[in-house]
């Protein structure tokens, strides 16, 4: 096996976990909401992931590594993208809408990597990816709207605005560790997240001075532990961590097209807690499935040929 094969097959499995973990996550972060508002729930999110993040960072690479590089500013800003900025909008919209459509909004991350990479570096993205793109687009439009395209202004619309806005705060975040290529995966999560709490914690004293947060109670804590416990660790931790493993593996484009698989886990979850999905959206996560298939074969397929030549 090749090293870029090797590469490929690792990022594979990371991105598998992160699909596992991702896709529990907002079923899971729906019912958190119930007890915590989102201020709060983003704030214990990745202030306790940032805590982890440094202790490992400070086990590994040592105390030198937890200096900035004289760039603090730009790993500020990523830090508020990915973490403060994602993390409210997120729970702000998912309050407002369903676990499974903000989860087919997510999926749009292949679309929003490709746009930004061919933007920056004028190279295009080859004709079957932009083709598997686009076929996405499709599908996820059809489980947006059910076939309807009302849904698209009615009462879940303001839901969805936001977590697609959420979307393009990671879709950032995500490209912005190639301004690092120095940096490995451990060392930007651990400096990001951690500037991002600080920012998470302006936002958080700002929204309890508004009236719009306020500090859960020990009885709301404790109603809510697991899922806590879940998000904080499992999501935060281990999830973040093996996406920015994935992303340093595969490339944000096609690490990013694994993003699609989450949905299904989300619809599995829906479905078992009694939902039953439309027929056309049904088939609109089906169309997406396929698409995300072909084009990892395709990366695949690619990433043999650059190993044999």
Same mark, same amino acid.
């Not at 109670?217 to 879940?230: G, I, K, M």
């Not at 990013?256 to 699609?260: D, E, K, P, T």
């Given at each position: 096996m090749t090293p870029t094969q090797k590469a490929h097959r690792q990022g594979t499995i990371y991105m598998l976990l992160v699909v596992a973990i991702w896709g529990c996550f907002l079923p899971v972060g729906k019912s958190a909401l119930q007890a915590?508002? !989102?201020y709060w729930?983003? /704030?214990l999110r990745f202030g306790t992931a940032a805590l982890v993040f440094l202790g490992l960072l400070a086990a590994r690479e040592g105390?030198?590594?937890?200096?900035?590089d004289g760039r603090p500013g730009k790993v500020f800003f990523l830090g508020l993208c990915g973490f403060a900025a994602f993390g409210i909008a997120l729970f702000e919209g998912l309050k407002l809408t369903r676990p499974e459509i903000s989860s087919m909004i997510l &999926?749009?991350? !292949?679309?929003? /990597? &490709?746009l930004a990479q061919w933007w920056r570096t004028k190279r295009r993205p080859d004709d079957f990816t932009l083709a598997m793109i686009a076929v996405a687009v499709v599908g996820e439009a059809l489980v947006v709207t059910a076939g309807d395209p009302r849904r698209l202004v009615g009462g879940d619309a303001l839901g969805n605005g936001l977590v697609f806005l959420a979307s393009l705060f990671w879709t950032a975040y995500t490209l912005g560790a190639q301004e690092f290529p120095k940096w490995s995966p451990v060392r930007y999560t651990a400096l990001s997240c951690s500037m991002g709490s600080i920012g998470l914690l302006a936002a958080l004293a700002l929204a309890t001075a508004l009236g719009h947060s306020r500090p859960p109670?020990?009885?709301?804590? &404790?109603?809510?532990? !697991?899922?806590? &416990?879940?998000i904080v660790f499992f999501v935060s931790v281990f999830g973040i961590l093996f996406w920015n493993m994935g992303v340093a593996k595969l490339g944000p484009l096609s690490a990013?097209? /694994?993003?699609?698989f989450t949905p299904v886990i989300t619809y599995l979850i829906a479905i078992a807690q009694g939902r039953r999905p439309d027929s056309i959206e049904l088939a609109g996560a089906l169309i997406v499935l396929a698409a995300l298939i072909a084009n990892n074969r395709h990366q695949?397929?690619?990433a043999r040929r650059v190993g044999m030549a």
């Open positions: 915590i508002d !989102p729930i983003s /704030f105390l030198k590594a937890l200096s900035a &999926a749009t991350g !292949p679309i929003q /990597f &490709a109670t020990t009885t709301e804590l &404790a109603s809510v532990w !697991p899922q806590l &416990a879940f990013g097209l /694994f993003a699609n695949g397929a690619k």
